[in-house]
Each structure stands twice: as C-alpha cells, then as structure tokens.
C-alpha cells in the first residue's frame, strides 16, 4: 500500500469517527449455496455507541439494537432473543459482524491486499472505491438454541474478494459487493438519508423482552467456545 492510499485510508477513516449520528436506508443480495437471501432495511446510528437496525430479510423482519456494548437481536416472528455484550466477545464473530459496518468499512479487510482504484460520481456524492480480500477470521461459532450449543471451527477463511465504495464526504461505506467459493453474488448498498442531524433516543432501548419472548445470553458461551479446554464440556443453562 502506497503512503498516499495509507493518507487516504486514514482520512476517511477519522471522517467516520467524526460523525455524531446518521440515518440510512439499506438493501443486500446474495446467495449462501443454494439459498437465496434479499435483505432491505433501515438502520440509526447515535454516537458514542447506539445503534438500531430493522431489516426484512427473505420476508422475516429482524430487529438488532446496540446500547453501549449491550446487543439483542431477534425476528419479531419468533420467541428468542440473542443477547450479549461486546466487551465480552473479544475477537470479530458473525455475532458483532455488521453491528456499525457503515463507519468500519475496512474492518474485515485484509488492508495487505488493499488496492485504490480511484474516485467515482454517483448521483451527487463522490465514492472512493478500493479492492481487497475478506480478512480471515480464527474462528466461527454457530448457536442452535433448540438442540443445545455446537461449535464450528474454521481456522482458514476461504478467499473472498472484495469491492469497497466509501463516501468521500463522511468516510462511510456505500457499497460493496463481492464473491466467494460459499457465497455468490453479494452486493451491499447503502442510501444516506440524514448525516449529524437528531435521532430519537427511544430508537435504542433494548426491546424483544416482552410476553412470548425468552432471552438468550451467549456472551459467555462464545467465550467458553473458544477455549479448546472447554470443548467437552456442555455450556451452563443459566
């Protein structure tokens, strides 16, 4: 990478960092082996660290709210309630993956295999648009409440490769699509609505705890997990 791509990297990433709040509007395609996913929603950001998104995603509408490190998620469908904190969760999990991805845009990219592709104008704002590879992550968990907990290890991350369009304005990404040998066709866009303006602070209490709701924490089963030791051993129904 060369000193002028590292400027770049670094300015719009401080540009990010700066914003007090944004609404947006977002839509993502992509299809996991034979499945087809279409996801349309809306998501709120409120500095330091809140963060609402309400998304339909092949017809399910799935609600994640981020109140300091506190996160729940759930389908407004269903009775379960994933719950957990970030500060407990210490490295990149499909968990946390995407909570703020709007002002992160370069966290899941290996920034060895960065390359600068130059600006371009699409409809009124000017886009920074930049080549990588996915970063390989040391571990991905997956939970079935139903049957108890399970764990999938996957030491090497199979290369996907990566088109970024970040906004020159405000440094949040715009765009991005992709393509790997488990996922194919991905595109992720974003349409700014409101940047720095007021939010309405209710957006980020911790709903999905109402009748017909269970709460599921796993916060600290994701912990236990990664922990060889504990590999044996069932989690705590606490």
Not at 25 to 39: C, K
Not at 74 to 94: F, M, N, R
Not at 159 to 166: E, I, K, S, Y
Not at 218 to 233: K, R
Request: proline share 5%; net charge neutral.
């Amino acid at each position: 990478m060369s000193d002028d791509v590292a400027r770049l990297l670094g300015d719009l990433e401080a540009k990010a960092r700066s914003l007090r709040s944004y609404v947006c509007a977002y839509r993502s395609d992509y299809q996991s082996g034979t499945i087809p996913f279409h996801v349309e929603g809306r998501a709120f950001f409120l500095r330091p660290d809140k963060f609402r998104s309400v998304a339909q995603v092949n017809g399910k509408e799935i609600v994640s709210t981020r109140n300091g490190s506190k996160v729940r998620r759930y389908a407004t469908q269903g009775h379960e309630v994933w719950e957990y904190d970030l500060k407990e969760i210490p490295l990149p999990t499909p968990l946390n993956a995407g909570v703020d991805d709007l002002l992160s845009p370069f966290a899941f990219v290996d920034r060895r295999s960065l390359r600068y592709e130059g600006a371009e104008v699409v409809g009124d704002r000017v886009r920074h648009v930049f080549l990588g590879t996915l970063r390989g992550m040391e571990s991905e968990g997956l939970l079935d409440t139903r049957k108890g907990f399970s764990l999938r290890y996957r030491p090497k991350v199979p290369r996907f490769d990566l088109r970024l369009c970040v906004d020159a304005e405000t440094g949040i990404l715009l765009e991005m699509t992709g393509s790997g040998p488990s996922v194919a066709g991905f595109t992720k866009s974003f349409t700014l609505e409101q940047v720095n303006g007021s939010v309405d602070e209710s957006l980020f209490q911790m709903t999905g705890s109402g009748v017909g709701y269970r709460i599921v924490r796993i916060s600290d089963l994701m912990i236990h997990a990664m922990d060889a030791n504990y590999a044996d051993q069932p989690p705590s129904k606490n």
